[in-house]
C-alpha cells in the first residue's frame, strides 16, 4: 500500500479484556516501531522489530503487553487484561532499514488505534 | 519518560508570520527529528538534522541545531492556516541497532487566518 495502515481505528474494550491491534507496515521496510501517545502527550516508544526479531521491548509497560511480528512484515500488538490506564492512541511506524550507527531514518507513521478502555 | 520538550507549549500566530519553536534534550543524539501532528490525523516526519549538522532548510522549514546546549529550533516562514498543528522534536540514538525515537511533549500552533 501507499503507507502504514492500522486497524481497527478505534477499539473500545471493557476492562479485563484482551484486545490485538494490527499494523501494516509499508512494503519492504526492515524496522517497525509501536509507540503509545496518551492525549496531549508525545508519542512513547513500546518496541522495536527489525523484520521478524523483536530487538528492544524497554518500552512495554508490563507484562500485559505483547507485540510480534512473525513473517517480518504485519505486526500485533496484544494487550491482555486491559486497564483503564491502557487508553491511548497507539502508533506503528515503519523506516526502510535500522539505520547505520548514526545515520538515522525517518519513520512513516500509521494513523493510529485509539483505544478506550471502560 | 520523554527525552525532548519543546518550548513553548502552545503558540498562536497570523497567517503570514513566522513560528519559531525551541526544543531541549537531555542525552546525546545521533540525529533529531521534528514531526508534525494535525488533529486525528498520524505523525508526518518533516526534517531529520545529524549530530554534526547545525543547520537544514526544506521549503519553509529551518532547523537547527546546537549539540553543546542540547537544543534545537524549528522555524516556519511566512505560515500559513494549514500549518495549524501539533510539532514534535524527536531525537535518534543507536540503541541495540535501531533507531527508536523519543518525542517531547509538543508545540501547539495555531494560524489565524
Known amino acids: 500500500g501507499a503507507g502504514v495502515s492500522q486497524s481497527p481505528r478505534y477499539k473500545v474494550a471493557k476492562r479485563g479484556q484482551d484486545v490485538a491491534l494490527r499494523c501494516d507496515p509499508i512494503?519492504?521496510?526492515?524496522?517497525l516501531f509501536w509507540y503509545q501517545q496518551a492525549l496531549g502527550q508525545g508519542p512513547e516508544f513500546l518496541t522495536y522489530?527489525?523484520?521478524?526479531?523483536?530487538?528492544?521491548k524497554s518500552g512495554l509497560p508490563s507484562d500485559r503487553f505483547f507485540a510480534e511480528r512473525p513473517e517480518g512484515s504485519v505486526s500485533t500488538l496484544k494487550i491482555q487484561r486491559t486497564q483503564q490506564e491502557d487508553s491511548a492512541v497507539y502508533l506503528c511506524?515503519?523506516?526502510?532499514?535500522?539505520?547505520?550507527?548514526?545515520?538515522?531514518?525517518?519513520?512513516?507513521f500509521g494513523p493510529g488505534t485509539r483505544l478506550t478502555v471502560t | 519518560s520523554q527525552q525532548g520538550e519543546e518550548d513553548p507549549q502552545a503558540l498562536s500566530i497570523q497567517e503570514g508570520e513566522n513560528a519559531t519553536m525551541n526544543c531541549s534534550y537531555k542525552?546525546?543524539?545521533?540525529?533529531l527529528q521534528w514531526y508534525r501532528q494535525n488533529s486525528g490525523r498520524g505523525l508526518v516526519h518533516l526534517i531529520l538534522i545529524r549530530s554534526n549538522e547545525r543547520e537544514k532548510h526544506s521549503g519553509r522549514l529551518r532547523v537547527t541545531l546546537d549539540t553543546s546546549k542540547k537544543s534545537s529550533s524549528l522555524l516556519i516562514t511566512a505560515s500559513r492556516a494549514a500549518d495549524t498543528a501539533s510539532y514534535f522534536c524527536?531525537?535518534?540514538?543507536?540503541?541495540?541497532?535501531?533507531?527508536?525515537?523519543?518525542f517531547g511533549t509538543g508545540t501547539r500552533l495555531t494560524v489565524i487566518p
Open positions: 512494503s519492504g521496510h526492515v524496522s
Open positions: 524527536a531525537t535518534g540514538f543507536y540503541q541495540t541497532g535501531a533507531n527508536n525515537l523519543f
Open positions: 511506524a515503519s523506516s526502510l532499514s535500522q539505520g547505520a550507527r548514526g545515520r538515522g531514518h525517518e519513520q512513516y
Open positions: 542525552t546525546s543524539i545521533n540525529n
Open positions: 522489530f527489525q523484520n521478524e526479531a523483536q530487538l528492544d
